[in-house]
C-alpha cells in the first residue's frame, strides 16, 4: 500500500512542475516576443505562436499525468527532449 501512497505522491508532484514549468515557459515570450528555436530566430507573432503552443500542450500534459494517462509520460519526455534539444542547439550555435 505505500507503493501506491509514494506513485501518488510522485504523479502529482511532476503534475505541479510540468504546470509550473510550462507557464513560465509562457511568461517571457509576452514580455519579449523573439525566440531562437532550433537556430531559426523567430520574432512576433511566430515566436508567440511556438511558445503558447509547447506552452499550452506541457500543461495539457500535467493534466493527463494528474489524471492517469499512461501515454502522457512518454509525451512529456518527449516534449521535454524537444525543448531541451532546442536550448543546447541555440547555445551552442551562438
Known amino acids: 500500500m505505500d507503493y501506491l501512497v509514494l506513485f501518488s505522491f510522485i504523479r502529482k ?23 531562437w528555436f532550433y537556430g531559426v530566430k523567430f520574432s512576433g507573432e511566430v515566436a508567440i505562436t511556438i511558445h503558447f ?3 499550452v ?11 492517469k494517462y499512461k501515454f502522457a509520460y512518454v509525451a512529456s519526455i518527449l516534449l521535454f527532449g524537444m525543448v531541451l534539444a532546442s536550448m543546447m542547439f541555440n547555445h551552442l550555435k551562438s
Open 13 to 35: 508532484t511532476i503534475s505541479v512542475l510540468h504546470w509550473l514549468f510550462y507557464g513560465l515557459w509562457i511568461i517571457p515570450i509576452i514580455i519579449n516576443a523573439e525566440t
Open 57 to 67: 500542450f506541457g500543461i495539457f500534459l500535467g493534466y493527463l499525468i494528474y489524471k
Open 53 to 55: 503552443v509547447i506552452g
